[in-house]
């Protein structure tokens, strides 16, 4: 089990761009977690997919967030237009229904300059 | 959700064991505790949870108290590997916000050799 898998590791971006995110869960784990870090406000639930389906994202910190699960092994966030603002660690998580708990991936790094 | 209090940090000394307190003193009756780490530059980790019984798992042991209203993770043996936030966290098993994991700011748990 190669666990969550988030690409790209690390982005650099300019202040106006479109951002990507990637994600891939775990093979049969039907809930899918975006998160953000920062120093200043922690890890902060942005969205949560069950089934593919979004349940909640009252996280979504603005219009420029969205995020999508086409499928049961990939989602997306993406940031358009990024600001600098957006700059944090941003983490997927995946769990199964009565799982003990989330499988978090490695994270991107997003910086936007 | 119930709100969880935790040291801001904590020391250890390597091989010795490592007690890591927190207090949900407004813990509900359905609301499992749940503990994660994060080791710097990666993605939380999921290591134990309980409701009402201790539990050991070949991470740590979780002991809380017979009110419930607070815990304490055990590391038995601390490696320098361990250094790490130590998040609790309180969350439902059942109703609509049975999925939320909310972060707090955690124990920064420092191994020293």
């Known amino acids: 089990d190669a666990g969550v898998i988030q690409s790209p590791r690390h982005e650099v971006t300019e202040m106006g761009q479109e951002v990507t995110l990637r994600c891939k869960p775990i093979?049969?784990?039907?809930?899918l977690f975006w998160y953000r870090q920062t120093m200043m406000r922690g890890l902060e639930l942005l969205i949560y997919f069950n089934n593919n389906v979004p349940i909640d994202d009252s996280g979504m910190p603005e219009d420029r967030f969205s995020a999508k699960m086409p499928n049961a092994s990939f989602s997306t966030l993406k940031i358009q237009p990024s600001e600098p603002r957006d700059s944090a660690v941003y983490f997927c998580?995946?769990?199964?229904?009565?799982?003990?708990?989330?499988?978090f991936g490695s994270g991107t790094r997003l910086t936007v300059v | 959700d119930a709100k969880t209090t935790q040291p801001p940090s904590m020391d250890c000394a390597e091989g010795r064991a490592a007690n890591l307190p927190c207090n949900h003193s407004t813990i509900s009756g359905n609301e499992y505790v749940y503990w994660y780490r994060q080791i710097h530059s990666q993605g939380p980790q999921y290591i134990i949870h309980g409701l009402k019984n201790n539990e050991t798992n070949e991470m740590a042991s979780l002991i809380i108290t017979e009110d419930r209203k607070s815990s304490t993770l055990i590391l038995p043996h601390a490696t320098l590997r361990d250094t790490a936030v130590y998040y609790c966290i309180v969350r439902p098993n059942s109703g609509g916000s049975n999925y939320k994991l909310t972060f707090g700011k955690g124990t920064l748990l420092t191994v020293n050799p």
């Open positions: 998580a995946s769990s199964s229904t009565g799982g003990e708990g989330y499988t």
């Open positions: 093979s049969g784990h039907n809930s």
